[in-house]
C-alpha cells in the first residue's frame, strides 16, 4: 500500500515537475505569443491605417482623375468647336483657292495677251521714237533756218523748269525748317533767272504766255517767302499748301509746251549783256578806257535798282534774278554820265530866293514843295533880317535840277553868307545876281551841259 502511494507521490511530483518545467517552458512561449499578438494587433492597426489611407487617397484621386476628366472634356468640346471652325475656315479657303485659280489662269491669258501687245507697242514705241527724231530734226532745222530758239536751247530750258518743279516739291517735305525754305525759294527764282535769262541771250524778249505763267508763279513763291521769312502781317502771305504745289507743276507743264514748239520773234531792238555794252561805249570813246567794268556794272545795278531808267527804254526789266541785259540801239545813242545819271529827276525845280537890299539869296532844289521851301527860307531869313524883303526871284525847272544846284554851289562857294552856316545861303553882288535874274547861266557851257543833258 505504501508503494502504491508512495508511487503516486512520485507520480505527483513527476506530473508537478513536468507542470513546473511545462509552465517555465509556457511563459517564453506565452511572451511570444503575445508579442506575436501584438504585432498581430500592430500589422492590423497598420493594415487598417493603410485601408483607411487607402480609401482616403482613392477617394482623392477619384476626384482629382474626375475634376481632370471634367477638364478634358471640357477642353475637347472647345477643340471640337475650334475644328468646326477650322473646317468652315478651310472650306472657306478651298473656295477662295478656287476662286484665285480660275483668276490665275485669267491672269495668265491676260499676261499671254500683254505680252503679245507689249512686243507690238514696243514696235510701236520704236516707230514713234523715230518719228519724234525725225521731227525733232525737221523742228531743228526749221527753228534754224527761221533764226528761232535751237531744240537743245528749248531742251535746256525745259530741263531747268523740271528742276524748278522738283525744288518747289520739296520744300513740302521741309517740316519746320523755315530759313531752309526761305533759301530754296531765293534759290528757285535764280534758277527760273536762269530759264529767263536763255530769252535775253537769243535776242528774244520775254513771250507774253511765258511772261503770264512766269509772273503767277513768282507770285506764288513771293506769297511762301513773304510768310516764311514772319511777314504773316501782309494779306497774300501763307504757308505751302498741297493746291499751290499742284498750280506751280500746272503752269510748268504749261511752259515747257510752249517753251518746246512755240516760235518766238526775236526783239526788234538787239538785246545786249551789260558787258558788251561795257565794250561798246569804250569803242565809242562815251568813257575812257581806264573805266573799271567791276565799276561800270554797279553803277548800272544801282540805276536799274532805283529805277533810273524808264519804261524798259534802256534796261530789260526782268521777272526773276539775273544777269542785266540792254536794248543796243538805245544804249549805242547814249550819253552815259553816271553822276548825272543817278540823281535824275531826283529833282525837277532849281529856285534862287533873296533880297536885294541885303544881297541875301538862298539858292536850293525841291521836287515839287516849293511854297514850302519859301515859307521855311522866309522863316530863317526874318530871324535874322526882320525888316527884310524875300522874295521869289527865279525859278529853272529842269531835270537835272540837283547837279545844276551842285554846280552853282561851288560856281558860288567862297560866296558863302557867314550868317546862316548853311550850303544854300549866299551873299552875292548885283553883277552875280544876274547870272540867273538875266539868264547869264545859258552862256555857260558847264551848266548848259548838265541843264541838257536828258536820257
Not at 145 to 168: A, F, G, H
Not at 186 to 202: M, P, S, V
Request: charged share 30%; hydrophobic share 35%.
Amino acid at each position: 500500500m505504501s508503494d502504491v502511494i508512495q508511487g503516486l507521490y512520485h507520480r505527483i511530483f513527476e506530473l508537478e515537475l513536468m507542470l513546473e518545467i511545462e509552465k517555465w517552458e509556457r511563459i517564453p512561449i506565452e511572451k511570444k505569443l503575445k508579442l506575436e499578438i501584438e504585432k498581430k494587433k500592430e500589422i492590423e492597426r497598420l493594415l487598417q491605417f493603410d485601408w483607411n489611407l487607402t480609401n482616403k487617397l482613392d477617394v482623392y484621386y477619384v476626384e482629382l482623375i474626375e475634376n481632370m476628366l471634367a477638364e478634358a472634356k471640357h477642353q475637347n468640346d472647345i477643340l471640337k468647336e475650334h475644328c468646326y471652325k477650322l473646317e468652315d475656315k478651310v472650306i472657306h479657303l478651298n473656295k477662295r483657292l478656287y476662286i484665285t485659280e480660275q483668276k490665275k489662269k485669267r491672269y495668265l491669258r491676260s499676261y499671254q495677251e500683254c505680252l503679245q501687245e507689249k512686243h507690238i507697242l514696243k514696235y510701236d514705241v520704236c516707230q514713234s521714237n523715230i518719228q519724234v527724231k525725225k521731227l525733232n530734226e525737221k523742228l531743228e532745222y526749221f527753228y534754224t533756218n527761221n533764226d528761232n530758239l535751237s531744240m537743245s536751247t528749248r531742251e535746256n530750258m525745259c530741263d531747268i523748269l523740271k528742276q524748278v518743279n522738283e525744288m518747289c516739291y520739296s520744300l513740302k517735305l521741309m517740316g519746320r525748317a523755315k530759313i531752309r525754305r526761305v533759301d530754296t525759294i531765293i534759290k528757285i527764282k535764280n534758277k527760273l533767272g536762269e530759264y529767263e535769262t536763255l530769252f535775253y541771250i537769243n535776242n528774244r524778249l520775254l513771250d507774253q504766255e511765258v511772261k503770264e505763267f512766269c509772273i503767277k508763279i513768282n507770285n506764288i513763291l513771293n506769297d511762301w517767302g513773304n510768310y516764311y521769312r514772319g511777314y504773316k502781317w501782309r494779306e497774300t502771305a501763307k504757308e505751302i499748301e498741297d493746291h499751290e504745289l499742284y498750280q506751280i507743276a500746272e503752269f510748268s507743264s504749261s511752259l515747257k509746251y510752249i517753251t518746246l514748239y512755240k516760235l518766238f520773234n526775236s526783239s526788234s531792238n538787239s538785246i545786249m549783256h551789260i558787258d558788251n555794252v561795257y565794250k561798246l561805249l569804250i569803242n565809242k570813246l562815251v568813257i575812257s578806257t581806264d573805266y573799271r567794268l567791276s565799276k561800270f556794272r554797279k553803277e548800272i545795278e544801282f540805276l536799274v535798282e532805283n529805277e533810273k531808267f524808264e519804261n524798259d527804254m534802256f534796261i530789260i526789266d526782268r521777272i526773276y534774278p539775273g544777269d542785266i541785259f540792254c536794248y543796243e540801239n538805245d544804249f549805242r545813242n547814249l550819253d552815259y554820265n553816271f553822276t548825272f545819271m543817278k540823281t535824275y529827276k531826283k529833282a525837277k525845280i532849281l529856285y534862287i530866293f533873296g533880297d536885294h537890299s541885303t544881297k541875301t539869296y538862298k539858292v536850293g532844289i525841291t521836287f515839287s514843295s516849293l511854297s514850302r521851301r519859301f515859307i521855311e527860307a522866309e522863316e530863317a531869313y526874318n530871324f535874322r533880317f526882320p525888316n527884310g524883303t524875300f522874295k521869289k526871284l527865279k525859278i529853272i525847272l529842269n531835270n537835272n535840277a540837283f547837279n545844276l544846284e551842285l554846280y552853282v554851289k561851288k560856281k558860288f562857294i567862297n560866296k558863302r553868307h557867314l550868317l546862316f552856316h548853311s550850303t544854300e545861303w549866299f551873299t552875292l553882288q548885283d553883277n552875280e545876281v544876274s547870272y540867273f535874274l538875266n539868264e547869264e547861266y545859258l552862256q555857260d557851257e558847264e551848266f548848259m551841259k548838265i541843264y541838257n543833258y536828258k536820257f
